[in-house]
């Protein structure tokens, strides 16, 4: 059964720190790992996607690695602006499902 | 599109009572996906339709909650009796294609649920 951590499960920095988020999975046959950012009261967004034959995505500020040998995938933020507080979910998609970890609530403070 | 919608936003009931939550996808997706999340076990995938059949319920909790999509714009996910213990906020999801492959889901906003 996959199942998924992320860790730190809180994160506070100030405004135009460069920071990780981390994500580790037991089950290394995945199709996909995504992250999405969920805001307070609001769904899912997915911000990056990367295939299991794929290294790392980027889009803009942000840029996702994925290991799959080892079971782990990082999602990047640069400059981060306050606007990124928010909390981040990391989902390994295996077999028909995505299997979610509990997610990194980061607070960036200007 | 307006994205996936659910209804209602906040569900306050009593221990007992029948709970009817409400989600339309997005036109054209063919698969609808309801998750449940808490504190305690984050988001947990409760059920997926594909083509409005029922493809895989293994995640409901218990006999109390169904599940149904009479059409492709439709699906509702039903709690009967509710508990204290279903408390939390279920999502529903939509997706052109399964899980898999390139392609994402895209999440409602939620419906917060209590039962007192």
């Known amino acids: 059964k996959q199942e998924v951590t992320q860790i730190p499960a809180a994160l506070s920095v100030p405004e135009g720190e460069n920071l990780v988020l981390n994500c580790s999975f037991t089950d290394s046959a995945i199709y996909n790992l995504q992250w999405f950012r969920q805001d307070p009261g609001k769904g899912l967004t997915s911000l990056l996607l990367i295939q299991s034959s794929q290294r790392e995505q980027t889009s803009g500020r942000l840029n996702a690695s994925l290991d799959k040998s080892s079971g782990r995938s990082t999602l990047y933020i640069a400059a981060s602006q306050p606007g990124d507080s928010a909390t981040y979910l990391c989902?390994?998609?295996?077999?028909?499902?995505?299997?979610f970890g509990t997610g990194t609530r980061l607070l960036v403070s200007p | 599109d307006a994205g996936v919608i659910q209804s209602p936003r906040h569900e306050v009931t009593e221990m007992g009572q029948e709970v009817t939550l409400r989600c339309k996808p997005i036109?054209?997706?063919?698969?609808l996906f309801w998750y449940r999340q808490t504190m305690m076990r984050g988001l947990e995938l409760l059920i997926y339709f594909n083509n409005n059949v029922p493809i895989d319920d293994s995640g409901m909790p218990e006999d109390r909650f169904s599940a149904k999509m009479p059409n492709a714009s439709f699906s509702t996910l039903k709690i009967q009796p509710s508990e204290p213990r279903d408390s939390a906020v279920y999502f529903c999801?939509?997706?052109?294609?399964?899980?898999?492959?390139?392609?994402?889901?895209?999440f409602g906003p939620g419906t917060r649920l209590l039962v007192l």
């Open positions: 999801a939509s997706s052109q294609r399964l899980a898999g492959s390139q392609e994402t889901q895209y």
């Open positions: 036109s054209g997706h063919d698969y």
């Open positions: 989902a390994a998609t295996g077999f028909q499902k995505l299997v």
